[in-house]
């Protein structure tokens, strides 16, 4: 399936959560502020987060300073 992360296209399995594609990314949930079709969605909702074909997503690193 289908879905689109920071305006570039992405071929996932079926199934795969937010956390898992996020992984496949090289970041992690507790990093990274997250916006799923329009919603800000909590770190503690990665896991439990299952991606659908068409989604879109907004992924924006975390920096201190």
Same mark, same amino acid.
């Given at each position: 399936?289908?879905? #689109? ?12 959560? %937010?956390?898992?594609? %996020? ?8 990093? /990274? #502020? /997250? ?15 299952? %991606?659908?074909?068409?989604?879109? %997503?907004? /992924? #924006? ?5």
């Amino acid at each position: 399936m289908k879905i #689109v992360a920071n305006g570039e296209h992405f071929e996932i399995e079926e199934g795969s959560s %937010l956390s898992q594609f %996020l992984e496949s990314l090289g970041k992690r949930a507790g990093m /990274v #502020v /997250v916006e799923l079709n329009g919603e800000a969605l909590s770190p503690s909702e990665a896991d439990s987060t299952i %991606l659908d074909d068409g989604d879109s %997503l907004e /992924v #924006v690193q975390i920096v201190a300073g």
